[in-house]
Nanobody
Framework: VQLQASGGGLVQVGGSLRLSCTRSGSTDTIGAINWYRQAPGKQRELVAAIGTGGSNTYSESVKGRFTVSRDNAKNTVYLQMNNVKPEDTAVYYC??????????????WGQGTLVTVSS
């Protein structure tokens, strides 16, 4: 499983940005994806997730501002970031957790994309 995150960049406070996470290296659909972020000097935190059935969850810090969606035809999950704040500055990673039929748990990460919010 290979995940490619993209779409980061410099955005002003109050602006918008859309991140993408595309799965490659498999004929399977992208499925459930988690979005994490890691700000300088801080631990990586989960900010949003989309389940296989389309259910979404968000951290309190981004709820109402970020939206996660999926395009199965493009095998891509998006993180739409609106009304961004300086504290949204971080490297954003997409993540996928999978369990094999034998019960082995695997975890895959995209390479990260940097979002910088300027005031």
């Amino acid at each position: 499983v290979q995940l490619q995150a993209s779409g980061g960049g410099l955005v002003q406070v109050g602006g918008s940005l859309r991140l993408s996470c595309t799965r490659s290296g498999s004929t399977d659909t992208i499925g459930a994806i988690n979005w994490y972020r890691q700000a300088p000097g801080k631990q990586r935190e989960l900010v949003a997730a989309i389940g296989t059935g389309g259910s979404n969850t968000y951290s309190e810090s981004v709820k109402g501002r970020f939206t996660v969606s999926r395009d199965n035809a493009k095998n891509t999950v998006y993180l739409q970031m609106n009304n961004v704040k300086p504290e949204d500055t971080a490297v954003y990673y997409c993540n996928k957790k999978m369990t094999t039929r034998s019960g082995e748990r695997n975890e895959y990460w995209g390479q990260g994309t940097l979002v910088t919010v300027s005031s």
